[in-house]
């Protein structure tokens, strides 16, 4: 059974990291569900994951098992958001 992941904001690193998933570990991983506003961007990240279904609003679906959310730190910092950060040498 494959890790079934949804993405919070389909921005160009969310679709790099959706990328990442197929590429580096589709044999255990899955884009199963996308959560973004932008039409355009949810159409790009349709390729590199075709059946991930929709969302508009951020929720828990049951076709998920972890969620990454991918957004810009500092704008979500000016928003007064949480944000943690990974980084790796």
Known sequence: MKL???????????????????????????????CGTSDANFQAAT???????????????????GTLLAIAAERAIKRGEVVTVESGN
């Open 47 to 65: 390729e590199v994951a075709p059946s991930a279904k929709r969302f508009k609003e951020p929720t828990k679906p049951n076709c998920i098992d």
């Open 4 to 34: 079934r992941i949804g993405f919070i904001r389909l921005g160009a690193m969310g679709l790099s990291h959706a990328k990442d998933i197929n590429r580096v570990c589709g044999d255990k991983a899955e884009v199963t569900a996308l």
